[in-house]
T-cell receptor
């Protein structure tokens, strides 16, 4: 049981390039999330999904896209990378509701630098 | 808008001394509050949730709606408590489990 797996762990991009951060979970969780964390700041929600085929914007969605074609996978796409997207990105998942409310399981993070 | 404030970026405490990590929130509905912890080289993980009224690793946190606070406390600090701690908020207005996180407090226990 690997939990939440993110790839890559590190990436350097040039301005204007595109890339996809991969996230997969093997816990059969319905809910999945992408957060970003800038230095000295808390985690900010980019996008989330409550199930396959359903996605919605979080607090800071501009410059990103997501898809959720399966329960397991929730990739985050960066189009036309900008220096403001330099950050650490965390994928998370949760069962959703009941006694497990609020328990998110996080990946190890992906450190992205845009130069 | 919902907000979580952790006023201390850094906190150093001697081993055996009491620990209190402060968290204040702003939310118009009925909040659910959580503490998350990230130990060195480990993933961010849930430490405790207010609704469970539990004590985890000696830590407790009481939700004070009058003061809109959810401070994390431990009577006697241990070296293994050194970590980054995040307070987080969710609530019925969200309709799901989106969490709003504070900026975190780095706790260092001095031997």
């Amino acid at each position: 049981n690997a939990g939440v797996t993110q790839t890559p762990k590190f990436r350097i991009l040039k301005i204007g390039q595109s890339m996809t951060l991969q996230c997969t979970q093997d816990m059969n969780h319905n809910y999945m999330y992408w957060y970003r964390q800038d230095p000295g700041m808390g985690l900010k929600l980019i996008y989330y999904s409550v199930g396959a085929g359903i996605t919605d914007k979080g607090e800071v969605p501009n410059g990103y896209n997501v898809s959720r074609s399966t329960t397991e996978d929730f990739p985050l796409r960066l189009e036309l990378a900008a220096p403001s997207q330099t950050s650490v990105y965390f994928c998370a998942s949760s069962y959703g509701g009941g006694a497990n409310t609020g328990e998110l399981f996080f990946g190890e993070g992906s450190r992205l630098t845009v130069l | 808008a919902q907000r979580v404030t952790q006023p201390e970026k850094l906190l150093s405490v001697f081993k055996g001394a009491p620990v209190e990590l402060k968290c204040n929130y702003s939310y118009s509905g009925s909040p659910e509050l959580f503490w998350y912890v990230q130990y060195s080289r480990q993933r961010l993980q849930l430490l405790l949730r207010h609704i469970s009224r539990e004590s985890i690793k000696g830590f407790t946190a009481d939700l004070n709606k009058g003061e809109t606070s959810f401070h994390l406390k431990k009577p006697f600090a241990q070296e293994e408590d050194s970590a980054m701690y995040y307070c987080a908020l969710s609530g019925s207005n969200f309709g799901n489990e989106k969490l709003t996180f504070g900026t975190g407090t780095r706790l260092t226990i001095i031997p």
